[in-house]
């Protein structure tokens, strides 16, 4: 079966082998062998970026609205150090991607030849894995076997680095059989006995909660199905993270929105002051958890994740269940359903009366305004207007990935793109090109803020080149807004630094690039524009001028607990709020 | 365990204890370039503390190297470090031996005195209570090789220290369990 090639033609194979169709890259020297061999087929489309990291950040939207593997290929040295971000982005949210870089010939490593850098050594805390392949005879093993890691378990990125010599030289290539590791094969069938106490455990609860995260999204469209199955049978309340928005569905009558930091009120509540707390492939993330001394102190909490090591890392679990989330889910349902398992009725009814007596208080409310666009306004309004579409969405990082995450309803799983481990501006717009090329029919928004998207703008050339249709929806309020949030938090309204000084002016530099500019700044106009975003067949930049002083609320402050959430309605001295300690916190 | 980490009000005491315990781990691993980087960089990415670290291939046609850490910090701590070390790629088994305390321990070191006159013979009488071989020797100074548990030897470094210790060199500690059973 194997056949004689060279170590350019075997990678560009065994993408083809491995099932991609777009890989996100930018040439340089240490690659030209395999940008070569992708010359002379037409199978894998490569799509030139304009920055590493944005080809890293595509290939993440590419993977996290498909299910699959992202793919990415970089030169030696700059192109590597580059997309260091994304993939350490990647690390945390745990995308699958491989990403290719190319490397100085073997006998120059260790010499400081030209873009000559330690890929391996750099990217070995930011990667799952990663390899430097030394020999011809290892390329096609480490090739398969690094999609394999990839993809398996927790999910995260692997890279290959492959020295110029090494894509010159020939040896056999096998495709894959059933690529796997020699030692590394994570457990996704959980052990029964605890899926069993996990189930009595839900059976007897009189106040529970399902705490669903990305480990969800990443199990698959199952896992999504028997998630809203197991909320169905049980009526258990549910809320997510970041991460896993689309799970469960925003317009679900057991949903209590997302919960921590800028979390609702029902659920941070509801988090505190359950009796069972079910979490699903999420993580005890500082910002789901608030201050941890006071995190849910009367609960008994279960914890299903296909990672060991994610067990009681921040949080002590009474029960752990090792697996991935989609077969755990298949059980529990499976369990509950065969032993004709009731919720407490009486117990659930009184839950749920008080759960609506926290959502009474509206906690994702604002001040209307007939005058200035309210950012909250604007996302409603998007969400209105394009919910009945096959609609995706990415964000960058600050307030308006919150307003996002708050304000737009996410139906499906594999819809909703964002940055939230490590919280990268600029991920937005490549994320938006890549899930575009994987979608190409479908509607896909970066809503962005005006400061985000100047950081990775150069792409807006790889959505021209690739005629890649993408919304990008500027929350503008000339403000890093999450920045200067905090330091009218924290550094009584000195803001230094954060005002947006010089800023384009978006609508031409959307003409500067062929593509359609749109300016609103009156709420009665709102809707017509986002309705001419959304007809424009092309890309449009939409500069949504947007009110300036708006605070990104509600809000648990740095180094409070769950039940301390500042309201909007809040009318103290924002100032005051947080102590020393929560000072000192990020 | 850093103080600024036991402050945070990020970090929980419930549910943890404030027991400080040293544990001996036996990590089975691919003997492949980078897999120490990789052990090593995740205690000191992750803020847990290395007290010794041997490694040495161990089975040359499987290409199996072992590496033994001694690490200190609560039990709960050591539990997500074998969590955390099992997670790399390349590494196949994480033992914590501690757990059960059925193993044995060795560590070789080779202590340099040096001295005239009645040190001299002060430092071989003590040198054959602990059983310490002279390993070189010249008119005024000795080399000892002393194999034994780590306190043996820290036990013999400060019997040695006013009599004219100079250099002390350690290998580390290397473990396995009792019994007839392997890790």
């Excluded at chain 2, 003590?126 to 005024?140: K, M, N, Q, S």
Aim: glycine residues 8%; neutral net charge; proline residues 5%.
């Amino acid at each position: 079966m194997s056949k004689i090639m060279t170590g350019a033609e075997m990678v560009v194979q065994a993408l083809q082998d491995q099932g991609v169709t777009h890989l996100f890259g930018y040439p340089g020297g240490a690659v030209l062998p395999i940008y070569d061999a992708l010359f002379h087929q037409d199978k894998v489309q490569h799509v030139l970026v304009r920055h590493e990291q944005g080809a890293a950040h595509a290939a993440e939207g590419f993977a996290r609205s498909t299910g699959k593997v992202g793919a990415v290929l970089v030169t030696s040295g700059p192109g590597a150090t580059n997309a260091i971000t994304g993939l350490t982005d990647a690390l945390m949210d745990s995308i699958p991607v491989v990403c290719i870089t190319g490397q100085v010939p073997t006998h120059l490593i260790g010499s400081d030849a030209f873009q000559e850098c330690d890929t391996v050594g750099l990217t070995r805390h930011c990667t799952k894995h990663n390899y430097l392949v030394r020999r011809i005879e290892d390329l096609p093993r480490i090739l398969h076997e690094a999609f394999y890691i990839a993809r398996s378990g927790r999910p995260g990125p692997v890279v290959i680095d492959i020295p110029k010599d090494v894509q010159f030289a020939s040896g056999p290539y096998a495709p894959p059989k059933n690529a796997q590791h020699k030692t590394y094969h994570p457990r996704v069938k959980a052990d029964i006995g605890k899926i069993k106490q996990a189930v009595a455990m839900m059976a007897k609860a009189k106040k529970p909660i399902l705490y669903t995260g990305g480990g969800v999204v990443n199990a698959g469209p199952t896992a999504s199905t028997l998630l809203r199955e197991l909320v169905q049978l049980t009526n258990f309340p549910i809320t997510s993270t970041l991460m896993g928005l689309g799970a469960y569905p925003g317009s679900g009558p057991n949903w209590l929105g997302m919960l921590g930091m800028h979390g609702s009120y029902e659920a941070n509540n509801a988090m505190h002051d359950c009796d069972l707390m079910v979490c699903v492939g999420a993580r005890f993330d500082d910002r789901i958890t608030g201050r941890l001394d006071a995190f849910s102190p009367g609960s008994k909490k279960i914890h299903i994740d296909i990672d060991p090591s994610s067990i009681n890392k921040n949080v002590m679990v009474d029960l752990a269940v090792v697996g991935d989330c989609a077969h755990v889910l298949e059980d529990i349902v499976r369990l509950w359903r065969a032993e004709a398992h009731q919720t407490d009725p009486k117990a659930l009814k009184a839950w749920w009366a008080q759960i609506d007596k926290w959502r009474a208080r509206k906690s994702f409310g604002y001040k209307k305004s007939d005058t200035t666009i309210k950012p909250q306004y604007a996302v409603e309004r998007l969400y209105e207007l394009t919910k009945d579409r096959k609609t995706y969405i990415t964000t960058e990082v600050g307030q308006h990935q919150m307003w996002a995450a708050q304000h737009y309803k996410f139906e499906e799983p594999n819809r909703w793109m964002t940055s939230g481990g490590l919280g990268t501006m600029g991920y937005g717009l490549p994320a938006a090109i890549g899930t575009q090329l994987a979608h190409p029919d479908a509607l896909v928004i970066d809503i962005a803020g005006e400061a985000s998207i100047l950081m990775n703008i150069q792409e807006l050339s790889t959505a021209k080149q690739f005629l890649a249709p993408v919304k990008i929806f500027i929350l503008n309020n000339e403000y890093m807004g999450m920045v200067r949030q905090w330091q009218e938090l924290l550094h009584g309204g000195r803001y230094s630094s954060s005002y947006s000084e010089a800023l384009p002016d978006f609508v031409k530099l959307a003409e500067a690039y062929g593509m359609k500019g749109i300016r609103c700044s009156d709420p009665k106009n709102l809707d017509a524009a986002i309705q001419e975003m959304i007809d424009h067949p092309g890309a449009v930049i939409f500069d949504c001028l947007v009110d300036k002083a708006e605070n990104c609320l509600p809000m648990i402050p740095s180094g409070k607990a769950h039940n301390d959430m500042i309201l909007p309605d809040f009318e103290e001295d924002l100032g005051k709020v947080i102590d020393d300690k929560g000072k000192m916190l990020v | 365990m850093n103080a600024q980490a036991a402050l945070s009000p990020y970090s929980s005491s419930a549910g943890k204890t404030a027991r400080h315990e040293t544990h001996v781990l036996s990590v089975l691993v691919d003997n492949e370039p980078g897999v120490l980087a990789r052990v090593v960089g995740l205690f000191s990415g992750r803020g847990y503390n290395i007290e010794s670290l041997t490694v040495a291939e161990v089975a040359h046609l499987q290409g199996l190297s072992r590496i033994t850490v001694v690490t200190s910090g609560a039990p709960e701590t050591i539990e997500q470090i074998s969590h955390q070390l099992e997670r790399i790629v390349p590494i196949h088994k994480v033992t914590d031996l501690s757990l059960d305390n059925a193993f044995v321990q060795r560590e070789l070191a080779m202590i340099k005195v040096r001295g005239k006159g009645e040190s001299r013979t002060e430092a071989l009488r003590l040198a054959e209570a602990f059983r310490a071989r002279v390993i070189d020797a010249t008119t005024e100074s000795f080399i000892f090789e002393l194999t034994g548990a780590p306190k043996k030897i820290d036990d013999f470094v400060e019997l040695m220290r006013p009599i004219g210790l100079v250099e002390v060199s350690r290998t580390g500690v290397a473990a396995i369990t009792r019994g007839p059973l392997t890790m």
